[in-house]
């Protein structure tokens, strides 16, 4: 999976997920290649699948930076 951080895309490995009171959906993500510290939850909407497009995307946010 693709997961935002800040206004980057970092490729990320789901450890656990749960649905929250409010019924969203939460997952607990390893940023690859940091330290565990860096270990977040993260709303679904902060992540994507990978795949051409969303790669594309990546490329051209981490262009910018």
């Known amino acids: 999976?693709?997961?935002?951080?800040g206004q980057v895309l970092y490729e990320a490995k789901c450890l656990k997920?749960?649905?929250?009171?409010?019924?969203?959906?939460?997952?607990?993500?390893h940023y690859k290649g940091f330290n565990t510290n860096w270990d977040e939850w993260?709303?679904?909407?902060?992540?994507l699948e990978i795949n051409e497009i969303n790669l594309g995307h990546k490329e051209r946010l981490e262009a910018r930076v």
Do not use: H, N, P, S
């Open 1 to 5: 999976m693709l997961a935002y951080y």
């Open 17 to 29: 997920r749960r649905k929250t009171d409010t019924g969203d959906i939460e997952y607990y993500i």
């Open 42 to 47: 993260v709303y679904d909407d902060e992540v």
